[in-house]
């Protein structure tokens, strides 16, 4: 199976811009649909990104479309978001997941999870 595990998150100030990663280890992701997932503690999981299995196709939530990117490197088993235009209501843990299935938003599909990276931005 593939192990998930992100980091790149941090402390920045609203306006600014961070790059998170997920690196897979365990197994390649190269034939996995891959997607990025907030949430803060009480609240329901939100989708931020998702990209297919060869990059030919990513769709965004609507707290990312415009300011952040997904992006994947298959030969180094790795999925990046970079978020840009930060704001405070970014504020949650984001976490990688992976699916074997078609591309989608719903959490629920994706079979495997990192533990997640903080981010939080500041006013």
């Known amino acids: 199976q593939v192990q998930l595990r992100e980091s790149g998150g941090g402390l920045v100030k609203a306006g600014g811009s961070l790059k998170l990663s997920c690196a897979a280890s365990?197994?390649?992701?190269?034939?996995?649909?891959l997607g990025w997932f907030r949430q803060v503690p009480g609240k329901k999981r939100e989708f931020v990104a998702g990209?297919?299995?060869?990059?030919?196709?990513?769709i965004y939530g609507d707290n990312a479309k415009g300011r952040f990117i997904i992006s994947r490197d298959n030969a180094q088993n790795r999925v990046y978001l970079q978020m840009n235009s930060l704001e405070p209501e970014d504020t949650a843990v984001y976490s990688c997941?992976?699916?074997?299935?078609?591309?989608?938003?719903?959490?629920?599909?994706?079979?495997?999870w990192g533990q997640g990276t903080q981010v939080t931005v500041s006013s």
């Open positions: 990209i297919s299995w060869n990059a030919d196709s990513a």
């Open positions: 997941a992976a699916d074997l299935g078609p591309l989608s938003p719903e959490g629920l599909l994706y079979d495997i």
């Open positions: 365990g197994q390649t992701f190269s034939h996995y649909t």
